[in-house]
T-cell receptor
Framework: EAQVTQNPRYLITVTGKKLTVTCSQN?????MSWYRQDPGLGLRQIYY???????DKGDVPEGYKVSRKEKRNFPLILESPSPNQTSLYFC??????????FGPGTRLTVT | QKEVEQNSGPLSVPEGAIASLNCTYS??????FFWYRQYSGKSPELIMS????GDKEDGRFTAQLNKASQYVSLLIRDSQPSDSATYLC????????????FGKGTKLSVIP
């Protein structure tokens, strides 16, 4: 079954404690991306990757890091989380005619 | 600033009616357009894509694109309560790129 998986699905953490949200896909898609979704602000892109070892900033990259060492994985790293990074995070993948497919989401709370 | 605009709603329609969702975008050079459906607390689900002017039909869904007016719409025929969700319009504004700019979504409520 074609799918995008994210872990963890829910996370409550404290300010400054480094965390990683994983994203994995089994569709052999070249494109992967991270979004955050906040009430009233909609979906905003954090980082994206066109292929292995190729990443670039989206609209709201501050406070986040990513890496793409393998085609199937695209982890999102928060080195020092702050309360304003409390949000719903989605990983997405894409191939072909620019369609993107979203993972189930990770709800992060930073206290 | 490249933008995608949608009426936030809520848009309420009776069961069986046609729901009409609208979206405008700022970049005249945009090439690819998508509609996503998002149920509360769930991830966006791609339901339609459209790339050329005119209508594209898929079951009860019809996407309409007018590049001259920078306008894209989604019609849902025979609306069902299960169609109640937020509908996101997304536009690819950079040729050769996967980057999407999303509208903030229109919340649709189908009343039984």
């Amino acid at each position: 079954e074609a799918q995008v998986t994210q872990n963890p699905r829910y996370l409550i953490t404290v300010t400054g404690k480094k965390l990683t949200v994983t994203c994995s896909q089994n569709m052999n898609h070249e494109y992967m991306s991270w979004y955050r979704q906040d009430p009233g602000l909609g979906l905003r892109q954090i980082y994206y990757s066109m292929n292995v070892e190729v990443t670039d900033k989206g609209d709201v990259p501050e406070g986040y890091k990513v890496s793409r060492k393998e085609k199937r994985n695209f982890p999102l790293i928060l080195e020092s989380p702050s309360p304003n990074q409390t949000s719903l995070y989605f990983c997405a993948t894409g191939q072909g005619a620019y369609e993107q497919y979203f993972g189930p989401g990770t709800r992060l709370t930073v206290t | 600033q490249k933008e995608v605009e949608q009426n936030s709603g809520p848009l309420s329609v009776p069961e069986g009616a046609i729901a009409s969702l609208n979206c405008t975008y700022s970049d005249r050079g945009s090439q690819s357009f998508f509609w996503y459906r998002q149920y509360s607390g769930k991830s966006p689900e791609l339901i339609m894509s459209i790339y050329s002017n005119g209508d594209k039909e898929d079951g009860r869904f019809t996407a309409q694109l007018n590049k001259a007016s920078q306008y894209v719409s989604l019609l849902i025929r025979d609306s069902q309560p299960s169609d109640s969700a937020t509908y996101l319009c997304a536009v690819n504004m950079r040729a050769g790129s996967y980057q999407l700019t999303f509208g903030k979504g229109t919340k649709l409520s189908v009343i039984p």
